[in-house]
């Protein structure tokens, strides 16, 4: 079967997976610059985040936003918090408290308990940058997050037909 084929089949199975998705609206950012522990020098007060959402390498991006956590609704689903981030690597807080690491390897991460939830993230915007001065005029973006509700059984179909169709095409070449 030709590649093209099966990898629009995977894209439209890993879409199906996702039963229900509901936006984390109002965020609010802040930048800073980080020295140490508690001590920041802001770049202004909170405002809302905008649809640009762009920030410049290594600064502190501050983001906060409240959410109503809601429960699965079908056996065997999990909520998730979904993040739509690029070059940002952080702390998301729950209600106070650190809850996960947010990366490019983490976008999503299991949701709190269901409730009223104030999710804080706490993010510095390409850190590579720090090693990789090249990477200096990269911006990072945040363009929001989402609490999605995942078909359990769906996504782990998803990744075992992936990786069979990575494995064959391996085994082709």
Known sequence: MDDRIIT????ILCRRAVVRWCPIEEWQ??????YAPDRYEYD??????????????????????????????MPGGQMYAQFDCEELEGLLSVDGRPYA???RNHKRIAAPVPGRRTLEIEAMSVLRAYCQPELRET????????LVEVD????TAYYDLLKIAEGQSVLLE
Not at 8 to 11: C, D, I, S
Not at 44 to 61: D, I, N, Q, R, S
Not at 152 to 155: F, G, P
């Open 101 to 103: 690491g947010i990366d």
């Open 44 to 73: 202004g007060e909170w405002m809302p985040l905008g649809k640009h959402a762009g920030f410049g390498a290594l600064k502190t991006v501050l983001l906060k936003a409240t959410a109503e956590v809601p429960a699965p609704t």
């Open 8 to 11: 629009r089949k995977l894209e």
């Open 139 to 146: 911006r990072a973006t945040f363009g929001g997050g989402s």
């Open 152 to 155: 359990a059984e769906v996504e």
């Open 29 to 34: 950012v802040r930048l800073a610059t980080y």
